[in-house]
Nanobody, 125 residues
Framework: QVQLVESGGGLVRAGGSLRLSCAAS????????MGWFRQGPGKEREFVGQ????????DYADSVKGRFTISRDNVKNTVYLQMNTLKPEDTAVYYC??????????????????WGQGTQVTVSS
């Protein structure tokens, strides 16, 4: 069972930037599409974006497109979420998840799991 550990969250002013990291255990990281999700106060967990196993393609929610960038380092078993031009509505606990099956294609949002503990991002106005 893979273990995912998110880090890099914090408090930032609107317009600022943060980079989140998600480190994965095991030797099969490079075979799986990885995703980022978030859960704001009183809200359901929502999709932020995903990156294919090779890192050649990314997909984003409309709410973050053009501001957030997902990348990965398959040597370090880590996926990143670079967040720029942050807004108060980006305030949430951010989670990374792994697709349920090895693939270099996009996964359905419901196919992601193996969640880490999350990292809190708070954007002040």
């Amino acid at each position: 069972q893979v273990q995912l550990v998110e880090s890099g969250g914090g408090l930032v002013r609107a317009g600022g930037s943060l980079r989140l990291s998600c480190a994965a255990s095991g030797r099969t990281f490079s075979r799986y599409t990885m995703g980022w999700f978030r859960q704001g106060p009183g809200k359901e967990r929502e999709f932020v974006g995903q990156i294919t196993s090779s890192g050649d393609r990314t997909d984003y929610a409309d709410s973050v497109k053009g501001r957030f960038t997902i990348s990965r380092d398959n040597v370090k078993n880590t996926v990143y979420l670079q967040m720029n031009t942050l807004k108060p509505e980006d305030t949430a606990v951010y989670y990374c998840g792994r697709c349920a099956y090895a693939t270099n294609h996009y996964c359905q949002q419901t196919d992601f799991g193996s969640w880490g503990q999350g990292t809190q991002v708070t954007v002040s106005s």
